[in-house]
């Protein structure tokens, strides 16, 4: 099967990852990495067995996480707004999380549907952590999923290479064609 699309084509700089467990959300994701700050997936971070945690509370704007413990050495799942995106990894670095995955939570805003350029907010700041944007409502999903089976966490594989993997065999979210 080839549609004229190529693997090429969809990954465009982009970063993939595999949500291992809970079986229910075993697809591979993508993510925009950050534009212009932090480390990089498959350097700074990488692992076959990693953690995403929902951050508590989600807009991460503060390091005074509610699960502070869970967060330290592994992926942080935080939602855009109320303050920058390096905030936000700088506040996860800060207790110890090895990673950042902003996603938004608005169903409402124009941009819902769109993977998020985030970029540095010209502070004297920075981070060591890699930073991707998550789809909406691949984060939506996520979260609500986790939480309606009372999960603390995912397993994820990060970063995943689909260089040689033919387009119509990557095991996308159903909700979310690429």
Known sequence: MND?????????????????????LEYTYRLRPAKDFGGTFGISYKSPQGKLVPAIPADACSSMFE??????????LVERGHCSFLTKAIN?????????????????????????????????????????????KNGIIIRQTLKKMNLPYAIVNIPVNLTFIQPHMINQPPWLPW
């Not at 699309?5 to 982009?14: F, M």
């Not at 699960?67 to 942080?76: F, K, T």
């Not at 998020?116 to 004297?124: K, L």
């Open 92 to 136: 996860v670095e800060a207790i110890g999380g090895a990673a950042i995955i902003v996603t938004e939570y608005d169903t409402e805003i124009d941009d819902f549907d769109y993977y998020i350029e985030m970029v540095h907010d010209n502070s004297d700041r920075d981070t060591e952590i890699p930073a991707g944007f998550l789809h909406g």
């Open 67 to 76: 699960n502070a413990d869970e967060l330290d050495g592994n992926i942080a």
């Open 4 to 24: 004229g699309v190529r693997t090429q084509d969809i990954i465009a700089g982009d970063v993939f990852f595999e949500i291992l467990e809970p079986s229910a």
